[in-house]
């Protein structure tokens, strides 16, 4: 059974930077299989935040700022935010492939088989 857990939501004050992380197991997991994040503040709907498959995919409100990346090996994937923004705030989820030729672009949320239970970042101003 798949499962994927999102770590290292919290509480930053604008300008400031939080890393989270989004262990998979049960998945198999290699560079054909997209990963995604996304995020949902509160009253609005889940938006495409970063994903990465052969490349990587950013919304343009996090081009710049936030870094996707993925190991394999540990079956990890990260998303490294910098200079974060009082409407970044949301609570993150970590999404997964179920199929290698899954189609769909990575920041179409349908494509993703597998969810996480998310993780709160909140950013102070």
């Known amino acids: 059974q798949v499962q994927l857990v999102e770590s290292g939501g919290g509480l930053v004050q604008a300008g400031g930077s939080l890393r989270l992380s989004c262990a998979a197991s049960?998945?198999?997991?290699?560079?054909?299989?997209?990963m995604g994040w996304f995020r949902q503040a509160p009253g609005k709907e889940r938006e495409f935040v970063a994903a990465i498959r052969a490349f990587t995919h950013y919304a343009d409100s996090v081009k710049g700022r936030f870094t996707i990346s993925r190991d394999n090996a540990k079956k990890m994937v990260y998303l490294q935010m910098n200079s974060l923004k009082p409407e970044d705030t949301a609570v993150y989820y970590c999404?997964?492939?179920?199929?290698?030729?899954?189609?769909?672009?990575?920041?179409?949320?349908?494509?993703?088989?597998?969810w996480g239970q998310g993780t709160q970042v909140t950013v102070s101003s």
């Open positions: 049960g998945h198999t997991f290699h560079s054909n299989y997209a």
């Open positions: 999404a997964a492939d179920g199929d290698e030729f899954e189609s769909g672009h990575p920041s179409d949320a349908g494509r993703y088989d597998y």
